[in-house]
């Protein structure tokens, strides 16, 4: 069977389309600092009840994502394309806008470190890390959701500046990553997930939710592939340009 999946795999997976600067966004989904740090209540409420769980994720992030992406948003403002980032937080102080289950986390976190699992908007917890400070020209998002649409304008936005190509990445792989990256699917828009620039709670989980999405829903690129392919459809377009 899972050769039989393999080639289904392969075969959508060869039929991605051209990635077009102007027509496409990069989306960091949720780089904050409680998000990916150890000295936040999601870490620390987690290692309470299995020390060392979430070891993995935090390497993940600061040896591979972090140092990707950082590569990725550089050339993605050299060639024009807008970055947005996400920020999983709630708008109302006391988290009461939060989905039901949220709301459960937040007293579990509590109870266990004195602190709530999914911050306010303006707590210092919920902001961007420094690693990865948006810059000017960049956007960020609020939402109080695990997918990106379902709780901001983002459909509107993207349709507005004619975007095309969503290239998703952040944390976590399978949980808000991989709801946004379904909803953009979902709102018609050519979706790709930048596996290297997203981590899981753990490796099986991380590769896992890449290939059921790669199977159906869209494609699976490490950053590097994305740059190239990106960077062969402008050269395409400027010799296209000499010829007219």
Same mark, same amino acid.
């Given at each position: 069977?899972?050769?039989?999946? !393999?080639?289904?795999?392969?075969?959508?997976?060869?039929?991605?389309?051209?990635?077009?600067?102007?027509?496409?966004? %990069?989306?960091?989904?949720?780089?904050?600092?409680?998000?990916?740090?150890?000295?936040?209540?999601? =870490?620390?409420?987690? !290692?309470?009840?299995?020390?060392?769980?979430?070891?993995?994720?935090? #390497?993940?992030?600061?040896?591979?994502?972090?140092?990707?992406?950082?590569? @990725?948003? *550089?050339?993605?403002?050299?060639? #024009?394309?807008?970055?947005? =980032?996400?920020? =999983?937080? +709630?708008?109302?102080?006391?988290?009461?806008?939060?989905?039901?289950?949220? $709301?459960?986390?937040?007293?579990?976190?509590?109870? @266990?470190?004195?602190?709530?699992?999914?911050?306010?908007?303006?707590?210092?917890?919920?902001?961007?890390?420094?690693?990865?400070?948006? $810059?000017?020209?960049?956007? &960020?998002?609020?939402?109080?959701?695990?997918?990106?649409?379902?709780?901001?304008?983002?459909?509107?936005?993207?349709?507005?500046?004619?975007?095309?190509?969503?290239?998703?990445? #952040?944390? &976590?792989?399978?949980?808000?990553?991989?709801?946004?990256?379904?909803?953009?699917?979902?709102?018609?828009?050519?979706?790709?997930?930048?596996?290297?620039?997203?981590?899981?709670?753990?490796?099986?989980?991380? %590769?896992?939710?890449?290939? *059921?999405?790669?199977?159906?829903?869209?494609?699976?690129?490490?950053?590097?592939?994305?740059?190239?392919?990106? +960077?062969?459809?402008?050269?395409?377009?400027?010799?296209?340009?000499?010829?007219?």
């Amino acid at each position: 069977m899972e050769e039989k999946l !393999n080639m289904i795999y392969k075969t959508v997976q060869g039929v991605i389309g051209d990635i077009i600067p102007t027509k496409t966004t %990069l989306i960091i989904v949720d780089m904050q600092k409680y998000q990916v740090k150890k000295d936040y209540a999601p =870490y620390k409420s987690f !290692n309470k009840i299995a020390p060392g769980v979430l070891d993995y994720f935090v #390497g993940e992030v600061e040896n591979k994502v972090i140092p990707n992406l950082q590569k @990725l948003i *550089s050339f993605c403002h050299e060639v #024009g394309i807008a970055v947005i =980032y996400t920020k =999983y937080s +709630s708008f109302m102080p006391d988290g009461s806008d939060l989905p039901k289950n949220q $709301k459960i986390l937040n007293q579990t976190a509590k109870s @266990l470190v004195g602190e709530v699992a999914f911050p306010y908007i303006f707590h210092p917890s919920s902001d961007i890390i420094d690693e990865l400070k948006p $810059k000017d020209g960049d956007f &960020v998002l609020q939402k109080n959701t695990s997918g990106t649409f379902i709780s901001t304008r983002l459909d509107s936005l993207l349709r507005n500046m004619e975007i095309e190509t969503v290239l998703v990445s #952040g944390v &976590v792989t399978n949980f808000c990553v991989h709801a946004t990256a379904r909803e953009a699917n979902d709102y018609g828009f050519q979706t790709i997930i930048v596996e290297d620039c997203c981590a899981a709670w753990s490796e099986d989980i991380h %590769l896992s939710i890449l290939k *059921s999405f790669g199977l159906i829903y869209g494609f699976i690129l490490p950053y590097e592939k994305v740059i190239k392919k990106i +960077s062969r459809t402008i050269k395409k377009a400027k010799k296209q340009l000499l010829t007219h």
